[in-house]
């Protein structure tokens, strides 16, 4: 099972690193990390290197493809290359699927139009240009594409995910595994539970950024 993970200069880690931690674990997965050319890939602070060992020109297929988010996305929404591609790739697939605003590249691509789709909170309502009807579920599935909202959700899909190739009980034996049973200090981490203060804090400043 090939499952391709896409890099690009500017990726927020966790969301490509926290479902290649799940998805790994698939029976028989063979994990291809590909980027526009071969090498190191910097994340969005600068301080994490990533290694891709595949190119986009040398990977046309793919059974998964995860396509992470990340600041950089905006700009590569008008990437015509990289979104032929993605388009090329989908047509082999058989589960597309993104975290974060890698939703955003998809829907770039045309392969969510008129269908349901999450993103990071702060660009989900961006989804509509591209024809999406945005929904603030952590995990979204229309088909074979599955979008997951903001970073750490990537986990969670990637282990819904699981679940429809390989059954609930892989699935659970997976969360078990990497003992995923978030119980965070805050009760924070969705715009319907954060205080108005952080809220207003964290759109500003994305709205610098995005």
């Not at 990390?33 to 060992?53: H, K, P, Q, S, Y």
């Not at 590569?76 to 979104?83: G, S, Y």
């Not at 993605?86 to 975290?99: F, M, P």
């Not at 805050?186 to 952080?198: C, E, L, Q």
């Amino acid at each position: 099972m090939d499952i391709v993970c896409v890099l690009f200069d500017g990726i927020t880690a966790l969301d490509i690193v926290g479902p290649y931690e799940v998805l790994q674990r698939l029976p028989e997965a063979n994990v291809k990390f590909t980027a526009t050319e071969r090498g190191e890939i910097r994340t969005d602070n600068r301080f994490l290197g990533l290694v891709a060992d595949h190119t986009f020109a040398d990977t046309t297929s793919a059974d998964v493809l995860v396509v992470p988010g990340g600041f950089a996305t905006r700009a590569l929404e008008k990437d015509a290359a990289l979104l032929e591609w993605i388009r090329a790739i989908d047509l082999t697939t058989t589960w597309t699927t993104s975290v974060c605003t890698g939703s955003m590249l998809l829907a770039a691509a045309g392969l969510l139009e008129g269908k349901e789709a999450t993103s990071h909170w702060a660009s989900l309502v961006r989804l509509r240009e591209y024809g999406a009807i945005p929904t603030s579920r952590r995990v979204v599935e229309q088909g074979k594409i599955v979008t997951a909202a903001g970073v750490s959700s990537g986990i969670d899909m990637a282990l819904t995910l699981t679940a429809r190739i390989a059954g609930d009980d892989f699935a659970q034996g997976v969360q078990l595994g990497i003992e995923y049973d978030p119980q965070p200090p805050f009760d924070s981490g969705s715009v319907d539970k954060a205080p108005k203060a952080i809220f207003e804090f964290l759109s500003a400043m994305y709205a610098g950024r995005l």
